[in-house]
C-alpha cells in the first residue's frame, strides 16, 4: 500500500487495529493516518503490526497524527505509529500523536515502536512529537528518544511543520512525488 491517506476514528474491540492497516505483510510506504485508534491490543497509529515470520513488513515514510490506547490490561501494547515491528523494518516515520496510552505493562508501549518482540527488525531514523502523553496504566513508562530505538528521536512543532524536516527524510515533494505541502495543516499531505 503506497501514497495513502486516512482521517477518522476506529474503535475496536478485537485487536491487530491501525490506521491504515491492522497487519502490515508488505510494504506501506508514504502514508499519513490522521486517526485516533482504539483497540483491545496490537493497536497503532498506522499499523498494528508489522510482518510476521516468512512475511517481512516494510513501514517507510508515514506518520500518524491521532490519539493511539490500547485498553487490555495484560497484553495492551501501543505505539505511536506501531504497536509492533515482528520481522521487517520501521524507518523515516514521525509519530505526532498527542498521546499513546495503554493499560498494560511499560515494556509494551513506545512512541513510535510499541514493542520489536524478537528483536529482528530494522528500526532506523524515526521522530515523535516531543510533548507527547505517553500513559502506562499498571506502570511508569521513561522515554528513551533515539532516532534508531522504539520512541523514535525528540522533534519539536517548530521542527516537524517545516518541509524541511520531512525533505530531510526522504519525502519527495518534487512534481512527481506522492507528497504535497499543506501551507494550513504545516504537514505534508498526500
Same mark, same amino acid.
Do not use: H
Given at each position: 500500500?503506497?501514497? =495513502?491517506?486516512?482521517?477518522?476514528?476506529?474503535? %475496536?474491540?478485537?485487536?491487530?487495529?491501525?490506521?491504515?492497516?491492522?497487519?502490515?505483510?508488505?510494504?506501506?510506504?508514504? =502514508?499519513?493516518?490522521?486517526?485516533?485508534?482504539?483497540?483491545?491490543?496490537?493497536?497503532?497509529?498506522?499499523?498494528?503490526?508489522?510482518?510476521?515470520?516468512?512475511?517481512?513488513?516494510?513501514?517507510?515514510? =508515514?506518520?500518524?497524527?491521532?490519539?493511539?490506547?490500547?485498553?487490555?490490561?495484560?497484553?495492551?501494547?501501543?505505539?505511536?505509529?506501531?504497536?509492533?515491528?515482528?520481522?521487517?523494518?520501521?524507518?523515516? =516515520?514521525?509519530?505526532?500523536?498527542?498521546?499513546?496510552?495503554?493499560?498494560?505493562?511499560?515494556?509494551?508501549?513506545?512512541?513510535?515502536?510499541?514493542?520489536?518482540?524478537?528483536?529482528? %527488525?530494522?528500526?532506523?531514523?524515526?521522530?515523535?512529537?516531543?510533548?507527547?502523553?505517553?500513559?502506562?496504566?499498571?506502570?511508569?513508562?521513561?522515554?528513551?528518544?533515539?532516532?534508531?530505538?522504539?520512541?523514535?528521536?525528540?522533534?519539536?512543532?517548530?521542527?516537524?511543520?517545516?518541509?524541511?524536516?520531512?525533505?530531510?527524510?526522504?519525502?519527495?515533494?518534487?512534481?512527481?512525488?506522492?507528497?504535497?505541502?499543506?501551507?494550513?495543516?504545516?504537514?505534508?499531505?498526500?
Amino acid at each position: 500500500m503506497e501514497n =495513502c491517506s486516512v482521517e477518522g476514528v476506529i474503535i %475496536s474491540s478485537g485487536g491487530y487495529i491501525g490506521g491504515v492497516a491492522g497487519l502490515n505483510a508488505g510494504i506501506v510506504r508514504n =502514508c499519513f493516518a490522521a486517526v485516533d485508534v482504539t483497540g483491545l491490543r496490537l493497536v497503532g497509529g498506522v499499523a498494528g503490526i508489522n510482518g510476521y515470520p516468512g512475511f517481512p513488513g516494510i513501514l517507510d515514510r =508515514c506518520y500518524a497524527t491521532g490519539a493511539v490506547k490500547a485498553t487490555d490490561v495484560t497484553d495492551g501494547a501501543a505505539g505511536g505509529v506501531i504497536r509492533a515491528s515482528a520481522i521487517g523494518s520501521v524507518q523515516n =516515520c514521525v509519530a505526532l500523536n498527542g498521546s499513546v496510552e495503554t493499560g498494560s505493562d511499560p515494556s509494551r508501549i513506545g512512541r513510535v515502536v510499541g514493542i520489536d518482540p524478537v528483536g529482528s %527488525s530494522i528500526i532506523l531514523n524515526n521522530y515523535a512529537r516531543n510533548d507527547m502523553t505517553v500513559t502506562v496504566g499498571s506502570g511508569v513508562y521513561t522515554v528513551a528518544p533515539d532516532p534508531d530505538g522504539e520512541d523514535g528521536a525528540d522533534v519539536s512543532a517548530a521542527q516537524y511543520n517545516t518541509q524541511s524536516f520531512w525533505e530531510g527524510l526522504g519525502y519527495d515533494f518534487s512534481i512527481t512525488g506522492p507528497w504535497i505541502w499543506n501551507t494550513i495543516l504545516q504537514l505534508p499531505v498526500i
